[in-house]
Each structure stands twice: as structure tokens, then as C-alpha cells.
């Protein structure tokens, strides 16, 4: 049972559930994060310091080169990745790279996905069928 | 069925989609394996792609090139480019040429930079993986021309942002970001799946901005890419631009474009009057009146605020993203004859290895390095591991005339300031960044 039912693009990648990592905010693997401490590393980004390893990532628009295509496997394998990522823009690095590492990824949603899904919720993906369900909430919104 | 679901990721999954694009016929053979292991690894992942992005078929492609520095790749892409590299040939036929520009290790320098970590061997095994797959290796830099490039209109796989950007704006050949395994898969099937930038429909302008001055350096071009890639922040967006003043130079586009790609995932911009796909407003945005927003100097100099920095210390300067060409390095050792960079600075000067052997050869190198600077050659300063180059010299304050580098290195704990590269050498000589 949901607490709301979020429609989007069909994605990439299997279901899965877990914790939100959510910010108004845009999202490069090279630009924000430092991929060996698992944690956003750009001090400009509003998810500066924060870890990312093992909750799904919920921003705004992919940005920035190429290199996410290769990275987001390497962070797989390293078990340094997000368990998967939603944005509101999409751009063909996010998708490639998310085929690549067999990462859960969606975008294009009926709502700006930042403001839908709060930091802490949890939630479920289920690309093949472009659907987010939240599942529960813990807190408030800041 | 695919191999995805919690599972390390294996290297030969096949297409997560059940219901997806048109196949042709050889394109079905590819799929059920009767064109090799490569090829059905590489048309399920483009399948996955192109319906993710709603691509009825597929495009041919003659031309691919492949990104490939190593922090980029990582362990698992060299593993990954190996394991390719390891089935018979007839398993892995290539059907495109393609290149990649690895330009070189400078094994100097490198051990100066990176003095943890043996990067020319890391890199050889990178050339020598790609090599075995029969992709080409060389030193070049793809925007220069200085490979085979694709013609107007013709669809093409490429991989960096600056080289895909460059070949929709500048030479109006068609692509989207192929990035990484992407551009591998291009190789191996010799086509891509047409949607965004190989429909006509999406090469329209989307914004319109005019510039009411004439920037004075490729920083300021930068600075304007910048500018406009925050403005759309959608790389489904397509701006077009009007200019005052004189034309600008191939390297000023691709400065603004670099930035473009950096601060805002843009895949293609039109320039009114100067880009092939934009001889006017009206044919640049396919009939659509835009609203047209300026872009005054108060933007630019606000942009150069954010970063700051005059009179800090200076750690270290790049002059890098794009490589210097050989009228920079002039200008650089002009500014440098007879004067003598700081002690506690590093300016570090990067050009492809042929540019670097030609500055030699006229007496360029001779000069910068006299004055204590560094011609490296080899990848970017921001593509080998510029976090641990910080780590290792304890660098804090970098200044760099590239404002996609900028973006970047913020990333990785620097506090950059963007200059031109006048002001990037004085604050060099004097130690401290100048004003």
C-alpha cells in the first residue's frame, strides 16, 4: 500500500525500494560527488556532505559531461553507488550510464519529482513500468 | 531479459525492454547473436537507450569517438574494454571507424602531478585495450579537425560533450551525447538509435539571446556558454544567439560551447548569422518566434564575482579544457619571456604532444619553461585525477582561463578562479591572484 503513486517516463533498471536523498538540485557523477567517500563533495550543492551510497537519489536535471557513463558502474562494483536515481530532466550520459551499471533510473514525471519526494521518504521504483510509489514518510519537510 | 537486480552488474546483459524499436533485419541478427558477442551486447544496450528515449529505429553511422580518459573509465571500464578485447575477432566486428584521443602521457610531468600513482601505465593499458578492439588511439584533439571528421548533416557517434556539442553547432553533423560504453556499442553496430539531435525538429533553437557587447577573451566566451547552460539547464534545450561585433573565431566557439555542455548538459547552440544551421532567426528556430533575452557585461562580471579570490595565494595555475593551441602558447611565452613564475605557484601549460614538439621547435617550449612553468601533454589537468593532485601538493586556490574547468574542479575541493590568460600568467609571476 502507497501513500501516493508517481507517474514517469518508463525507466531503466529493476525495482527497487529505499530511503530518498532528495534536493532541488542538479546531478553529475563527476562534478558533485567525491566517489571514493560516498558522499556530495561540490560545496555549492545542496546535498554538500551528505551520503549517498545506498539511498535513491531524487534531483533535478542531469548535467555536465560524459564521464557519468563510465562512473556510475565503477561505483557499482565499488559499492560506492546510489541504489538508484530519479531526476525531473534526464539527459543521454544519465541513461547510458545507468544501462551500463544496471542502475534503476527514471525520469520525466507528471510533478517536479524534487518537491514530490521528501529526504527520508521511502520509496519504491519500478522502471519498466515508469511508476514511484512512497511507501511511507518519516518527517516532515524541511 | 537482462541480468540487472541487485547483482554485480555482468558484462553481457542483454535489453531490459520486452516492447521497443523497430529492428531491421540485420539489426534483429545482431540481437540474437548471429553478428558476435559484441555486437548482440551492443545493440541490446542502444535498444535500452533509444526506447528509454522514445527512438523509433536506428540511424548508420560512419564515424565514432570515444571518450577515454582513465579516471573517467575507471577499473571496471578498462576491464570491461578487455573482456571485449578477449573474444575471438569474429565475435567483436567493428562497423565504424573509430578514434580516441588519448593525447599522450607525459611521463615527466605526470610524476610531478600524481607522484602515488603510475599513470602511464594505466593509460598504455587503456591504448592497448582499445587498440586490440581495433579502435584508433592517437594524440589528437577531434574538435581540430585533426581526425576524419563527419560532413553536414551526417549522423555520427561521439562521445565528449565538447566534441559532440562542436560537431551539431559547428559543422552541423548530427549526434547526441555517446558517451562512453555508448560510443563502444556505436562501434560495434555501426549505427545509433535516431532520436533527439538526429531529428531535424529537435535542432531547432528552443531560447533566443542577443549579447549587447563584444567579449574581449575566450574567457568571456566561456563565461557566456556558462551563462546560457545555467540559464536552460536541459540539454533538450537549443539556444540560438545573436552577436555584436565581428565574428568569432572557431576556438571562441568552442569555448562558449564547452562551457555550454559544463554548466548546462546543452548539446547544441546556433549562432545567427555564423553557425551552418542558422543563416537567420527565422531558420534557426524552424519559424517559431522566440523571445529573445540580452546577455549585457554586468552578467559576465557578475559570473567572475562568484568565484573571487584576488589577492589570495595562488597554488597553482592550468591553462587546459580545450588544450592549448599554438597561437595561445605564443601569446603564453610572450607574457613569460625573461620573467620568472613564483615559487610557491605551479603554471602548468597543456598541449597535444605534436603542439608541444612544435612549440619546441620554434623555441616556445624553451621560453615557458625557462621561466619555470610546465608544458604538460596528456590528458586534462581535470581528467587525471585532479582531487588527488590537490591532495598530493596540498593545492587550495587554481586559475585557469576555462570556465568548464572551473565547474569542475569546484568538485574536487579546489577554489578556482576564472581569467584570462593574461591574468592568469601575471597572478602566476606574482604568486597571488590579481585583479
Keep these: 500500500m502507497s501513500l501516493v503513486e508517481i507517474k514517469g517516463h518508463l525507466g531503466i533498471g529493476p525495482t527497487v525500494r529505499g530511503i530518498a536523498l532528495a534536493a532541488p538540485d542538479d546531478f553529475s557523477a563527476r562534478y558533485d560527488l567525491d566517489r571514493d567517500r560516498g558522499i556530495f563533495s561540490r560545496p555549492s550543492h545542496k546535498l554538500y556532505g551528505e551520503e549517498f551510497v545506498g539511498r535513491i537519489l531524487v534531483l533535478n536535471a542531469a548535467k555536465g559531461g560524459v564521464a557519468s557513463a563510465w562512473m556510475l558502474r565503477e561505483m557499482v562494483e565499488k559499492k560506492k553507488a546510489p541504489l538508484g536515481l530519479l531526476l525531473n ?4 550520459v544519465m541513461a547510458q550510464g545507468a544501462a551500463f551499471a544496471q542502475m534503476p533510473f527514471m525520469d520525466r514525471f507528471d510533478v517536479d519529482i524534487t518537491s514530490a519526494i521528501f529526504t527520508g521518504d521511502k520509496i519504491e521504483i519500478v522502471p519498466a513500468q515508469g511508476i514511484v510509489r512512497i511507501l511511507s514518510r518519516i518527517k516532515a519537510k524541511d | 531479459m537482462g541480468c540487472y537486480g541487485g547483482e554485480p552488474p555482468c558484462l553481457f546483459a542483454t535489453s531490459w525492454y520486452e516492447e521497443n524499436m523497430k529492428l531491421d533485419d540485420i539489426e534483429k541478427a545482431m540481437l540474437d547473436g548471429k553478428h558476435g558477442k559484441a555486437a548482440a551486447w551492443a545493440i541490446g544496450f542502444q535498444k535500452d537507450v533509444g526506447t528509454f528515449f522514445d527512438a523509433e529505429d536506428f540511424v548508420p553511422i560512419r564515424l565514432v569517438h570515444v571518450s577515454t580518459d582513465r579516471e573517467t573509465m575507471g577499473d571496471s571500464g578498462i576491464a570491461f574494454i578487455e573482456e571485449l578485447g578477449n573474444l575471438r575477432p569474429s565475435e567483436r566486428y567493428p562497423r565504424a571507424y573509430a578514434t580516441a584521443d588519448f593525447r599522450g602521457f607525459d611521463k615527466e610531468n605526470f610524476s610531478f602531478l600524481l607522484p602515488g600513482r603510475n599513470l602511464e601505465v594505466q593509460g598504455t593499458q587503456a591504448v592497448e585495450a582499445l587498440g586490440k578492439l581495433g579502435v584508433v588511439t592517437n594524440h589528437a584533439y577531434v574538435n581540430d579537425h585533426s581526425v576524419t571528421a563527419p560532413g553536414f548533416g551526417e549522423a555520427c557517434g561521439y562521445s ?8 551539431n553547432s559547428i559543422v552541423g553533423a548530427r549526434c547526441n551525447f555517446e558517451a562512453g560504453p555508448s560510443s563502444l556499442a556505436a562501434f560495434f553496430t555501426g549505427r545509433v538509435p535516431r532520436y533527439g539531435f538526429h531529428l531535424k525538429a529537435k535542432r531547432f533553437a528552443t531560447h533566443g539571446f542577443k549579447l549587447n557587447f563584444s567579449p574581449a577573451n575566450i574567457v568571456d566566451w566561456g563565461v557566456i556558454g556558462a551563462l546560457i547552460g545555467r540559464e536552460l539547464n536541459s540539454y533538450w534545450c537549443v539556444p540560438a544567439l545573436e552577436l555584436t561585433g565581428p565574428p568569432p573565431s572557431v576556438l571562441e566557439l568552442n569555448h562558449m560551447a564547452l562551457a555550454m ?17 542558422a543563416p537567420d532567426w527565422e531558420t534557426a528556430a524552424g519559424g517559431k518566434k522566440l523571445d529573445v533575452k540580452t546577455i549585457n557585461f554586468n552578467h559576465v562580471k557578475a559570473f567572475y564575482q562568484e568565484w573571487g579570490g584576488i589577492g589570495d595565494e595562488l597554488d597553482v595555475v592550468a591553462l587546459s579544457t580545450p588544450q592549448l593551441t599554438v597561437t595561445e602558447i605564443i601569446e603564453v611565452a610572450a607574457l613569460l619571456e625573461g620573467k620568472r613564475v613564483h615559487d610557491r605557484t605551479a603554471l602548468l601549460i597543456y598541449a597535444p604532444e605534436e603542439i608541444k614538439q612544435a612549440c619546441a621547435r620554434i623555441g616556445l617550449t624553451q621560453i615557458i619553461e625557462r621561466a619555470g612553468a610546465r608544458m604538460v601533454h596528456g590528458h586534462d589537468f581535470f581528467a587525471t585525477f585532479a582531487k588527488e593532485i590537490r591532495l598530493a601538493h596540498k593545492w587550495d586556490r587554481l586559475m585557469t582561463h576555462s570556465v568548464k574547468m572551473v565547474n569542475i574542479c569546484e568538485g574536487y575541493g579546489y577554489r578556482p578562479t576564472p581569467a584570462s590568460i593574461q591574468r592568469c600568467i601575471q597572478s602566476a609571476i606574482e604568486g597571488k591572484v590579481i585583479g
Design chain 1, 89 to 92: 530532466d534526464g539527459n543521454p
Design chain 2, 160 to 167: 565528449g560533450t565538447p566534441s559532440v556539442i562542436y560537431m
Design chain 2, 261 to 277: 555542455a559544463s554548466y548546462g548538459s546543452t548539446a547544441m547552440f546556433h549562432v545567427v548569422n555564423v553557425t551552418p544551421e
